[in-house]
């Protein structure tokens, strides 16, 4: 795995981390695009899913994608929870949250007392990841790390395209992380 790939994967896992964490922010929002921008120069299984979401992004203003992470993960009973404690039991704060939170503390990488979300929140992790990722020391942990806990991602796809099958550009940027994932994956692997 290149240096190049590795850097692309951690500067793309901590562009969806702000996704994740802050919402559809103006600023956030340039990076995503960016991202999108630059993954469809890549020359892997990436493009593909870059493509679709820049397709879906193209004609939207910032005001309709704010609405749509909004409609994605807060609004109500039609929304997903991204944690992984609810893909996997159905219930925030479970075992998943716990099992991360040690792989933080052994990495030395724990999160501060101000973050408000759990450790299995997507968004966290993702952070995490990337911090694994750009430390080199870290690769084998990286691909532990993601193995371990970013498997379950395809569920919010899933989640999403069940009870909100018109939202298409979250729908397009999930399905971008889970390629980036599974592209990591496969490389390391």
């Excluded at 996704?19 to 990076?31: F, Q, R, Y």
């Amino acid at each position: 795995m290149t240096e190049h790939t590795i850097q692309a994967t951690a500067l793309a896992a901590l562009t969806f981390s702000d996704w994740m964490l802050k919402g559809a922010e103006p600023t956030v929002l340039a990076s995503i695009r960016s991202m999108i921008d630059a993954l469809q120069e890549e020359k892997s299984p990436v493009k593909e899913a870059a493509q679709e979401a820049g397709r879906a992004l193209a004609e939207l203003t910032d005001e309709a994608l704010q609405r749509a992470w909004t409609q994605a993960f807060c609004a109500g009973g039609t929304s997903v929870t991204p944690h992984e404690s609810v893909a996997l039991t159905g219930l925030v704060m479970q075992e998943p949250r716990d099992d991360v939170l040690q792989w933080m503390y052994e990495a030395g990488l724990a999160p501060s007392e101000s973050m408000h979300e759990p450790a299995d929140h997507l968004g966290v992790m993702l952070a995490f990841w990337a911090r694994l990722l750009m430390a080199d020391v870290m690769l084998d942990a990286a691909h532990r790390f993601a193995d371990a806990h970013l498997g379950w991602i395809g569920w919010i796809s899933e989640e999403l395209t069940k009870k909100q099958p018109e939202n298409q550009p979250v729908l397009a940027l999930a399905r971008l992380l889970e390629a980036v994932v599974a592209d990591f994956e496969a490389k390391a692997g």
